[in-house]
């Protein structure tokens, strides 16, 4: 018993140092100290000659070395005992390929294909060994004999994926398509890898080329599958009017299948500012669909696209179709959403404060769970602060940062204390709730919290009175209460009379926003290159590098100029919550990936 309780102890002893110089060799490779590397791997191979990681460690750290001759040795020795692991023979014609000696690296290769005549199961080793060292056409040759020696064998998804790898497109695509029709479980798989190839630019050669070959076996083969990726490529490339006419047809053909994809295809089309598109298709799921919540969030959709283009004149029918969509489905828990969004239409464009905050403290009555009543009450505290009941406002903002003070609706609710708090000249609690709110778990929010913050603080330096603070709060309150002559008068006022201080990269950035929103593009321009140039290290900087990128796309038509800034948020401003977006905007311009 004691022997045996000694074998195990020394054992584990073993065990532990092989564990320990092995974690050691590993730290050395992986830094670059391959001689330390090769003497722990020396030491470890010569103690258990038959563990594969410790061989491939020695010969790797060999060849990093430059040591062909010390890893020949090792590997023909290793090929000399017998029972040949495969992949050695791969190993063995790397290393002669390294050396120089190619007619010899070929006899291995071809030697590690020929075991596959004895075991076709190899081929999963000796193809991952050839992809591994980037051996291309050695790996489309061992799984091309595999599958014909043994018919079961479906290597179809590394094929395609090496054919991508060498650059022969159309194979790829062909493999990819078949692999989808008979295996439904990789298709999500396969459109990561596909998107590799396939961009937002609609005149690339591989977009072009994947849309022809799905546009031939449409012709020849009635799959759904064809319309389905060609509703997700013209997706990739902001096609939505042409996703839309795909995903009609999947639909029209599957009467049965649900609308949850046009649904999503409707979003997505609006986020992309294709409100045209985003509208087509609501009407359409409003003549489809039975379901009334579906039903209820379209109709809502539709007055709020007419709604975001809307001027004054368009208001009376505007406040209509509100009326009349909450008379047909009544004012129950189904129709929130559109009790919220009246109420903000009654306030924010028809000044009805009253009118809207009485409709919503009804609604407050209705039997509703905890997260309908905060944004209720949200929805509630934003009218009374537009209507600068601030005192009535924070109480409503309080109680829902209390009720979900974990969730993000806690956390803006939160920052819309220190908003109103700003608004109303207490700076002081406007700073001890931003200070918290800078690491909230949404980045929109915690960067807008330390915009606030930095702009409250930096202005209260040197200012005791903090005049240029208290005239930037006003004019803040008046953009938010869509009173924009007002709040543009105070600030011109700011940019003339505290010229140089702290506060006026923030007056030239609100000011830019305000001649955006009324189509002044060209002073907008003026502001925010001002800021660019004489704000380089400000927390604004990436704001207007993104904001004026846009101007130059979307309304200036002056994609090198977009470029450009892009590339400035890129490559100079890698935190910027704007990084994605300029990505993606920058690939739109280019046509290519960005890495």
Same mark, same amino acid.
């Given at each position: 018993?004691?022997?045996?309780?000694?074998?195990?102890?020394?054992?584990?002893?073993?065990?532990?140092?092989?564990?320990?110089?092995?974690?050691?060799?590993?730290?050395?490779?992986?830094?670059g100290?391959?001689?330390?590397?090769?003497?722990?791997?020396?030491?470890?191979?010569?103690?258990?000659?038959?563990?594969?990681?410790?061989?491939?460690?020695?010969?790797?750290?060999?060849?990093?070395?430059?040591?062909?001759?010390?890893?020949?040795?090792?590997?023909?020795?290793?090929?000399?005992?017998?029972?040949?692991?495969?992949?050695l023979?791969?190993?063995?014609?790397?290393?002669?390929?390294?050396? %120089?000696?190619?007619?010899?690296?070929?006899?291995?290769?071809?030697?590690a294909?020929?075991?596959?005549?004895?075991?076709?199961?190899y081929?999963?080793?000796?193809?991952?060994?050839?992809?591994?060292?980037?051996?291309?056409?050695?790996?489309?040759a061992?799984?091309?004999?595999a599958m014909?020696?043994?018919?079961?064998?479906?290597?179809?998804?590394?094929l395609a994926?090496?054919?991508?790898?060498?650059?022969?497109?159309?194979?790829?695509?062909?493999?990819?398509?078949?692999?989808?029709?008979?295996?439904?479980?990789?298709?999500?798989?396969?459109?990561?890898?596909?998107?590799?190839f396939?961009?937002?630019?609609? %005149?690339?050669?591989?977009?072009?080329?994947?849309k022809?070959?799905l546009?031939?076996?449409?012709?020849?083969?009635?799959?759904?599958?064809?319309?389905?990726?060609?509703?997700?490529?013209?997706?990739?490339?902001?096609?939505?009017?042409?996703?839309?006419?795909?995903?009609?047809?999947?639909?029209?053909?599957?009467?049965?299948t649900s609308?949850?994809?046009?649904?999503?295809?409707?979003?997505i089309?609006?986020?992309?500012?294709?409100?045209?598109?985003?509208?087509?298709?609501?009407?359409?799921?409003?003549?489809?669909?039975?379901?009334t919540?579906?039903?209820i969030?379209?109709?809502?959709?539709?007055?709020?696209?007419?709604?975001?283009?809307?001027?004054?004149?368009?208001?009376?029918?505007?406040e209509?179709?509100?009326?009349?969509?909450?008379?047909e489905?009544?004012?129950?828990?189904q129709?929130?959403?559109?009790?919220?969004?009246?109420?903000?239409?009654?306030?924010?464009k028809?000044?009805?404060?009253?009118?809207?905050?009485?409709?919503?403290?009804?609604?407050?009555?209705?039997?509703?769970?905890?997260?309908?009543?905060?944004?209720?009450?949200?929805?509630?505290?934003?009218?009374?602060?537009y209507?600068?009941?601030f005192?009535?406002?924070?109480?409503?903002?309080?109680?829902?940062?209390?009720?979900?003070?974990?969730d993000v609706?806690?956390?803006?609710?939160?920052?819309?204390?220190a908003?109103?708090?700003?608004?109303?000249?207490?700076?002081?609690?406007?700073e001890?709730?931003?200070?918290?709110?800078?690491s909230?778990?949404?980045?929109?929010?915690?960067?807008?919290?330390?915009?606030?913050?930095?702009?409250?603080?930096?202005?209260?330096?040197?200012?005791?009175?903090?005049?240029?603070?208290?005239?930037?709060?006003?004019?803040?309150?008046?953009a938010?209460?869509?009173?924009d002559?007002?709040?543009?008068?105070?600030?011109?006022?700011?940019?003339?009379?505290?010229?140089?201080?702290?506060?006026?990269?923030?007056?030239?950035?609100?000011?830019?926003?305000?001649?955006?929103?009324?189509g002044?593009?060209?002073?907008?321009?003026?502001?925010?290159?001002?800021?660019?140039?004489?704000?380089p290290?400000?927390?604004?900087?990436?704001?207007?590098?993104?904001?004026?990128?846009?101007?130059?796309?979307?309304?200036?038509?002056?994609p090198?100029?977009?470029?450009?800034l892009?590339?400035?948020?890129?490559?100079?401003?890698?935190?910027?919550?704007?990084?994605?977006?300029?990505?993606?905007e920058?690939?739109?311009?280019?046509?290519?990936q960005?890495?």
């Amino acid at each position: 018993m004691k022997r045996s309780i000694l074998f195990i102890f020394v054992l584990f002893q073993c065990m532990a140092l092989f564990a320990q110089d092995e974690a050691i060799a590993r730290q050395y490779f992986e830094k670059g100290e391959f001689e330390k590397a090769i003497v722990y791997y020396k030491k470890l191979y010569t103690k258990n000659p038959n563990n594969r990681s410790y061989l491939m460690g020695l010969v790797s750290s060999y060849q990093q070395s430059e040591k062909y001759v010390e890893a020949e040795k090792v590997l023909l020795q290793k090929l000399d005992n017998g029972n040949v692991y495969p992949v050695l023979y791969v190993e063995t014609g790397y290393n002669y390929q390294l050396m %120089g000696k190619m007619q010899k690296a070929e006899t291995y290769y071809n030697k590690a294909i020929a075991t596959l005549d004895e075991n076709p199961n190899y081929a999963y080793a000796v193809g991952n060994a050839f992809k591994g060292k980037t051996l291309l056409d050695n790996a489309i040759a061992t799984y091309k004999k595999a599958m014909k020696l043994n018919p079961e064998f479906n290597f179809n998804y590394d094929l395609a994926y090496i054919y991508g790898e060498k650059g022969d497109i159309e194979n790829m695509y062909e493999m990819y398509l078949d692999l989808m029709v008979e295996r439904a479980n990789l298709v999500g798989n396969i459109k990561r890898n596909l998107s590799r190839f396939i961009d937002s630019n609609v %005149g690339n050669e591989n977009s072009a080329l994947f849309k022809k070959l799905l546009l031939k076996r449409a012709q020849t083969d009635p799959n759904v599958l064809w319309n389905e990726l060609l509703s997700w490529l013209f997706i990739q490339q902001g096609q939505y009017k042409s996703a839309y006419a795909q995903e009609k047809a999947i639909y029209k053909r599957s009467p049965e299948t649900s609308l949850n994809s046009i649904v999503d295809l409707a979003k997505i089309a609006l986020e992309n500012n294709d409100a045209e598109t985003a509208k087509s298709i609501y009407e359409f799921i409003i003549a489809e669909s039975r379901d009334t919540q579906l039903l209820i969030h379209s109709k809502l959709e539709l007055i709020n696209i007419d709604l975001a283009n809307a001027h004054k004149k368009d208001n009376a029918k505007i406040e209509t179709a509100f009326k009349q969509l909450l008379a047909e489905y009544g004012e129950n828990t189904q129709t929130l959403p559109i009790q919220i969004a009246y109420a903000r239409f009654l306030a924010f464009k028809l000044s009805e404060t009253d009118m809207a905050e009485a409709r919503l403290k009804k609604a407050l009555e209705l039997p509703i769970n905890k997260y309908a009543e905060a944004q209720i009450r949200m929805t509630l505290a934003d009218i009374l602060v537009y209507d600068e009941k601030f005192n009535q406002a924070l109480i409503y903002y309080s109680q829902v940062q209390k009720d979900l003070k974990n969730d993000v609706l806690g956390q803006e609710a939160r920052f819309k204390v220190a908003q109103t708090s700003f608004y109303k000249g207490d700076f002081e609690w406007a700073e001890t709730q931003l200070k918290v709110l800078k690491s909230s778990t949404s980045q929109l929010i915690a960067n807008d919290a330390l915009q606030l913050k930095l702009l409250i603080s930096d202005n209260k330096l040197g200012d005791t009175t903090q005049v240029a603070l208290k005239l930037y709060a006003e004019a803040d309150l008046l953009a938010y209460q869509n009173n924009d002559d007002g709040a543009m008068a105070i600030l011109s006022t700011i940019l003339s009379d505290h010229k140089g201080e702290p506060i006026e990269d923030e007056a030239l950035f609100k000011q830019a926003s305000l001649f955006e929103k009324h189509g002044d593009y060209e002073k907008a321009v003026l502001d925010y290159q001002k800021i660019i140039t004489f704000y380089p290290t400000d927390i604004l900087m990436d704001d207007a590098l993104y904001k004026l990128a846009m101007l130059y796309k979307n309304e200036l038509s002056k994609p090198d100029e977009a470029k450009q800034l892009l590339e400035r948020i890129i490559y100079e401003h890698q935190d910027s919550i704007y990084l994605i977006d300029a990505r993606k905007e920058y690939r739109s311009i280019r046509g290519d990936q960005v890495e």
